[in-house]
């Protein structure tokens, strides 16, 4: 039950224990889109990693590695770990793809 909201919730995204300040890592090569403050989700990040999946990187601390329109490579640090979001999640990380290309699974 998130005690953010006071009730279940779920979402297509994957919700990460991590430490306050620890790396956070682009989960594959791609461009970095879009950086943003949102209200609830605290400093988000969104990251191209081409075919079809975009990588959503949201409670990242306000100092990140990268800007928009940089090009990052798998693993590189984007940013730390931060308590920007109103959720009680360290960070949340959520894949999208387009209707057209499903996931790959390896």
């Given at each position: 039950?998130?005690?953010?909201?006071?009730?279940?919730?779920?979402?297509?995204?994957?919700?990460?224990?991590?430490?306050?300040?620890?790396?956070?890592?682009?989960?594959n090569?791609?461009t970095?889109?879009?950086?943003?403050?949102?209200p609830?989700w605290?400093?988000?990040?969104?990251?191209?990693?081409?075919?079809?999946?975009?990588?959503h990187?949201?409670?990242?601390?306000?100092?990140?590695?990268?800007?928009?329109?940089?090009?990052?490579?798998?693993?590189?640090?984007?940013?730390?770990?931060g308590?920007?979001?109103?959720a009680?999640?360290?960070?949340?990380?959520?894949?999208?793809r387009?209707?057209?290309r499903?996931?790959?699974?390896?």
């Open positions: 039950k998130s005690e953010t909201l006071g009730y279940w919730k779920t979402h297509d995204g994957v919700d990460i224990k991590a430490d306050l300040g620890e790396p956070v890592k682009a989960m090569k791609g970095v889109t879009k950086i943003w403050d949102d609830l605290g400093n988000c990040m969104t990251i191209d990693h081409g075919n079809g999946i975009v990588g990187y949201y409670n990242l601390s306000k100092e990140m590695s990268v800007k928009e329109g940089d090009e990052v490579n798998a693993g590189e640090v984007i940013g730390a770990v308590d920007t979001a109103q009680e999640v360290a960070l949340w990380l959520e894949k999208e387009s209707v057209d499903p996931y790959r699974v390896y």
